[in-house]
Structures are given as structure tokens and as C-alpha cells.
């Protein structure tokens, strides 16, 4: 497996330039936040030169995020789809394709094949945004960081534990700027739990809970390997299949897969879980310093070896941490739901029913909940949070400027670490992606953190990590 070289220098190229500008004498890159410039008129050469592999689906949104910035590279294998959503009239179909016209016109290029991209744009591109389907994230992500680019990937971080370890590890000791997209992490409300929490307003936390809707109507789940006995359907035009799969087994292609109902297959995408479980787990995930889990079982619906299953529900438990006691975190999925404490049965959020994602963290005699990201934070019963407000701690944590893409790109000008960098974001995605395990196996397990391996279970531990095909990560 590739990790990043040691690359002697003999001179400072205009990314090492960016990434110590705001350390140096005289400022002589000026963030955009000082000299009275605005957030989205920055001064030419304080613009980052940004790339974008995977340039349709949720990249429109980054896309627009960085307006402001020097998007120089596009990067997708199905320009069908990035044409069709170029010409949308509705959401924000027309936005997205005004900025991406604006690069085109200031000299950005299209690509099919990142790697091409990485070797031919080399010294003109300061950062990368993956926004690929889950099982390219560490591939490009990692090839990235080996030519030393800061990077941005969506959730989950990576398609397996194994590659969470590895791609923490390797942007750590390039000294990029990373960034994982579970954009809830900038939040106020994200803040505001763990401020309550840490301060123990609702006492000892020894049980959460987190669901989500999630797939149900957005995509299926518990499918079989789709039958090309009698058809093979056409490749769509515009599509390069083969760079579409990239590491994956090949086969043929099939509808159920792309465009966008990847994210259900185990070969493809991280379920339910990757998908959600990075945006609703967060805010508890970090107000409780949960690090890795000892011990994770899961039920489910009915597993096809294929596709992740319609429903589960994991549970993680995880050890003490300082003076805070053992947790068990429990996860739903499929419109699975928590039961309903004792103390909450007579509380208005009950009685109206749980939103369709959620965070329940249950204290000695009340609770904090919270939506899918944090956006908000509510103490139950509200008799309660009436009783503790006055108590309530202080703001002590900084509040994030901008969008979460505007707090990796201040990150990179001001050569800090962003709010969810990989030394953040790698362990959680281990985390989440753990109980992933656990589903396919449908067994309880033991795992040992300092190892990143199940104890005495070599079939699990084939499932934490996989075998890559020559050439697809640059060094």
C-alpha cells in the first residue's frame, strides 16, 4: 500500500507558499478576513486554486460553497449527470451552473480520471474536495495527500476501518489541511452539547441513542446481485464505467448502481449508517470523548451478502474516559425508533412523535436531544431546561465563521487544523464504520482499538480492510 514520500525540496512552490504565508513576516498573503475584504470577494492571491473530483450530486453545493475561491479542475466520470443537473430550472440547478461557467471561463479544465488530473495540474492545484461514491474516497483522497494537497472528502471519511487509520496517518505527516464533509460539526448546536455536557448539566451520560429514516424512501437496501442473465443494460452515454468503479471487482454496469443508488451496496457505499450515522452521531460522539468502542452487536432484517440490510440496529459500547462512565450508544436505521425513558413519557416531544433523525443523550434525570445536524439542542423535559437555564454554562467554545467548506479553506490561509479534521474525523468514521461490520457479521464482537482489529474473529477482521488494484493511488 502506498503511503506518502519524504519528498526532498530545494524551493518553496506556491502551495508551501499559501500553507506558511500566515506565519511569515508581512503577511504577504493576506487571509480574506483582514484588510476589510469580505468572505466572498477575496484578493486574487489570497484565493485558493481548488480541484473538485466528482463535480454532480453533492458536489453541487460545494461547488457553490467555493465561489470564491479558484475552482481550476472538475473531475467526474459521468458528464451526463453533470450536464443534466447543470441545466436544472429548480433547487439549485442554476447557481451551481453559473459558478461552474465562471471557472470555465477563467481557464478551468474537465477531467475523467483524477489520476490524469493530479499528473498534468500537479503545481496548480493547492486542494482537493472528494465527493466521490464511498469506495473512491481513499484512493483519490490518499493520492491527494501524497502530492502534498489539502483535502476535503465527504462522509463517511472511507469505505473501510483500515483505510481511516491509514488516511489520518498520512495527512498528519504530510501537514495538509483536512477536512470531512459532516458539515452538522460547525454548528452552534454542536458546540452548545458539548459545552452542556462537559459541564455535566444533565449529570452522568450512560445511554444515548441515534436513528435515522434513512434508507427507506431514498434508496433501497437488503437487495440481491442484480440478474443479467437475459439483459445487460447499456452503459449510459457520457459515463466511463470502468473509472466508475475504479478499485471495485469488476462487473457489469446496472442502473441499480449508478447514478445513485450505490451507497446500499457493500462494494460501493457504507449503507445507512455511512451515509447518516457521521452527521446524527456526531455532536454526542464528540460532547462524550468516545474515542473507539470495546464491544459492537447488530441486528437486522435480512442480509443478502450483497446490499446492506432495509433495517438494523447496532449497539456500541463504549469504556470510561477520565471521570466519565462507561456508554452504551445505540443505533436505528430504517425507521427503527429508541424506546422512551421513564422520566420522558408525559414530555411534548414524545407525544408528537421523534423527528425522523435524532440524537437522544439520557442524563441521571433528563435529557439532551437534538436533530440530524445539531442545528439545535433541546433539554427534556422542558420543566427541566426551565429549571437549568439559569444554570446553563457559558459559551467557551469558538463558534465557526461561514459554511463548513468556508471553515476548511480558513483553515488552510490560517494553517490551523479545521473542526473536523482527520485526526477527528478518522477515528468517528472508524467508529461508525465498525458497526457496519457488525451487520454483515450479525454477531456481537470485541474489538482492540490499539490493534484496529476484532479479537479472535479473523472472519470480521476480512471486513476491516481490502486489496487495491495496481495504479489507482499516486505517489
Given at each position: 500500500?502506498?503511503?506518502?514520500?519524504?519528498?526532498?525540496?530545494?524551493?518553496?512552490?506556491?502551495?508551501?507558499?499559501?500553507?506558511?504565508?500566515?506565519?511569515?513576516?508581512?503577511?504577504?498573503?493576506?487571509?480574506?478576513?483582514?484588510?476589510?475584504?469580505?468572505?466572498?470577494?477575496?484578493?486574487?492571491?489570497?484565493?485558493?486554486?481548488?480541484?473538485?473530483?466528482?463535480?454532480?450530486?453533492?458536489?453541487?453545493?460545494?461547488?457553490?460553497?467555493?465561489?470564491?475561491?479558484?475552482?481550476?479542475?472538475?473531475?467526474?466520470?459521468?458528464?451526463?449527470?453533470?450536464?443534466?443537473?447543470?441545466?436544472?430550472?429548480?433547487?439549485?440547478?442554476?447557481?451551481?451552473?453559473?459558478?461552474?461557467?465562471?471557472?470555465?471561463?477563467?481557464?478551468?479544465?474537465?477531467?475523467?480520471?483524477?489520476?490524469?488530473?493530479?499528473?498534468?495540474?500537479?503545481?496548480?492545484?493547492?486542494?482537493?474536495?472528494?465527493?466521490?461514491?464511498?469506495?473512491?474516497?481513499?484512493?483519490?483522497?490518499?493520492?491527494?495527500?501524497?502530492?502534498?494537497?489539502?483535502?476535503?472528502?465527504?462522509?463517511?471519511?472511507?469505505?473501510?476501518?483500515?483505510?481511516?487509520?491509514?488516511?489520518?496517518?498520512?495527512?498528519?505527516?504530510?501537514?495538509?489541511?483536512?477536512?470531512?464533509?459532516?458539515?452538522?460539526?460547525?454548528?452552534?448546536?454542536?458546540?452548545?452539547?458539548?459545552?452542556?455536557?462537559?459541564?455535566?448539566?444533565?449529570?452522568?451520560?450512560?445511554?444515548?441513542?441515534?436513528?435515522?429514516?434513512?434508507?427507506?424512501?431514498?434508496?433501497?437496501?437488503?437487495?440481491?446481485?442484480?440478474?443479467?442473465?437475459?439483459?445487460?443494460?447499456?452503459?449510459?452515454?457520457?459515463?466511463?464505467?470502468?473509472?466508475?468503479?475504479?478499485?471495485?471487482?469488476?462487473?457489469?454496469?446496472?442502473?441499480?448502481?449508478?447514478?445513485?443508488?450505490?451507497?446500499?451496496?457493500?462494494?460501493?457505499?457504507?449503507?445507512?449508517?455511512?451515509?447518516?450515522?457521521?452527521?446524527?452521531?456526531n455532536s454526542a460522539?464528540?460532547?462524550?470523548?468516545?474515542?473507539?468502542?470495546?464491544?459492537?452487536?447488530?441486528?437486522?432484517?435480512?442480509?443478502?451478502?450483497?446490499?446492506?440490510?432495509?433495517?438494523?440496529?447496532?449497539?456500541?459500547?463504549?469504556?470510561?474516559?477520565?471521570?466519565?462512565?462507561?456508554?452504551?450508544?445505540?443505533?436505528?436505521?430504517?425507521?427503527?425508533?429508541?424506546?422512551?425513558?421513564?422520566?420522558?413519557?408525559?414530555?411534548?416531544?414524545?407525544?408528537?412523535?421523534?423527528?425522523?433523525?435524532?440524537?437522544?443523550?439520557i442524563g441521571e434525570?433528563?435529557?439532551?436531544?437534538?436533530?440530524?445536524?445539531?442545528?439545535?439542542a433541546k433539554i427534556?423535559?422542558?420543566?427541566?431546561?426551565?429549571?437549568?437555564?439559569?444554570?446553563?454554562?457559558?459559551?467557551?467554545?469558538?463558534?465557526?465563521?461561514?459554511?463548513?467548506?468556508?471553515?476548511?479553506?480558513?483553515?488552510?490561509?490560517?494553517?490551523?487544523?479545521?473542526?473536523?479534521?482527520?485526526?477527528?474525523?478518522?477515528?468517528?468514521?472508524?467508529?461508525?464504520?465498525?458497526?457496519?461490520?457488525?451487520?454483515?457479521?450479525?454477531?456481537?464482537?470485541?474489538?482492540?482499538?490499539?490493534?484496529?482489529?476484532?479479537?479472535?474473529?479473523?472472519?470480521?477482521?476480512?471486513?476491516?480492510?481490502?486489496?487495491?488494484?495496481?495504479?489507482?493511488?499516486?505517489?
Amino acid at each position: 500500500m502506498n503511503t506518502p514520500e519524504d519528498k526532498p525540496k530545494t524551493s518553496m512552490d506556491r502551495r508551501d507558499f499559501i500553507k506558511t504565508s500566515s506565519i511569515g513576516a508581512g503577511l504577504m498573503i493576506l487571509p480574506s478576513f483582514v484588510a476589510g475584504q469580505s468572505k466572498t470577494e477575496k484578493a486574487p492571491n489570497s484565493r485558493l486554486n481548488i480541484a473538485l473530483v466528482g463535480a454532480a450530486g453533492r458536489a453541487r453545493s460545494h461547488t457553490i460553497s467555493l465561489a470564491g475561491e479558484n475552482i481550476v479542475a472538475f473531475c467526474d466520470v459521468d458528464m451526463n449527470t453533470v450536464n443534466t443537473q447543470r441545466a436544472w430550472q429548480n433547487r439549485n440547478g442554476p447557481e451551481y451552473n453559473k459558478v461552474v461557467t465562471a471557472a470555465e471561463n477563467k481557464g478551468a479544465k474537465w477531467y475523467k480520471d483524477y489520476r490524469v488530473m493530479l499528473d498534468e495540474m500537479d503545481s496548480e492545484i493547492d486542494a482537493v474536495v472528494v465527493t466521490t461514491p464511498d469506495h473512491m474516497h481513499y484512493p483519490v483522497a490518499m493520492s491527494a495527500i501524497n502530492r502534498g494537497k489539502h483535502v476535503y472528502v465527504e462522509k463517511p471519511l472511507t469505505h473501510t476501518v483500515e483505510e481511516a487509520r491509514i488516511l489520518t496517518t498520512a495527512a498528519s505527516k504530510a501537514g495538509v489541511i483536512s477536512q470531512m464533509g459532516n458539515q452538522g460539526n460547525s454548528n452552534e448546536g454542536t458546540r452548545i452539547i458539548r459545552e452542556w455536557v462537559q459541564a455535566g448539566v444533565i449529570g452522568d451520560i450512560r445511554e444515548v441513542h441515534s436513528w435515522t429514516n434513512r434508507p427507506a424512501i431514498f434508496w433501497p437496501q437488503g437487495m440481491g446481485k442484480p440478474d443479467h442473465s437475459e439483459f445487460i443494460p447499456v452503459v449510459p452515454e457520457g459515463m466511463d464505467w470502468d473509472l466508475w468503479l475504479g478499485v471495485a471487482e469488476s462487473r457489469p454496469y446496472d442502473p441499480s448502481y449508478a447514478p445513485f443508488a450505490w451507497r446500499g451496496f457493500l462494494d460501493f457505499g457504507a449503507g445507512a449508517m455511512g451515509d447518516m450515522a457521521c452527521h446524527i452521531m456526531n455532536s454526542a460522539y464528540w460532547a462524550l470523548d468516545l474515542a473507539y468502542p470495546t464491544h459492537i452487536e447488530a441486528a437486522s432484517t435480512e442480509l443478502t451478502g450483497y446490499s446492506f440490510p432495509a433495517a438494523s440496529v447496532v449497539t456500541y459500547q463504549f469504556p470510561e474516559r477520565g471521570k466519565m462512565p462507561p456508554v452504551t450508544y445505540k443505533w436505528y436505521d430504517g425507521f427503527m425508533r429508541p424506546p422512551v425513558p421513564n422520566f420522558l413519557k408525559d414530555s411534548s416531544v414524545y407525544e408528537a412523535g421523534l423527528a425522523d433523525n435524532g440524537t437522544l443523550l439520557i442524563g441521571e434525570d433528563a435529557a439532551i436531544i437534538t436533530d440530524t445536524y445539531s442545528a439545535s439542542a433541546k433539554i427534556l423535559p422542558t420543566d427541566k431546561f426551565r429549571e437549568l437555564r439559569s444554570e446553563l454554562p457559558p459559551k467557551t467554545i469558538p463558534r465557526i465563521r461561514g459554511t463548513h467548506m468556508e471553515e476548511w479553506t480558513n483553515a488552510i490561509r490560517e494553517n490551523r487544523p479545521a473542526s473536523s479534521d482527520f485526526g477527528y474525523a478518522g477515528p468517528f468514521t472508524e467508529s461508525v464504520l465498525l458497526g457496519n461490520v457488525a451487520v454483515v457479521t450479525g454477531r456481537k464482537m470485541e474489538y482492540n482499538a490499539e490493534k484496529a482489529e476484532f479479537v479472535n474473529d479473523p472472519e470480521a477482521n476480512k471486513l476491516i480492510r481490502k486489496d487495491y488494484p495496481a495504479g489507482w493511488i499516486l505517489t
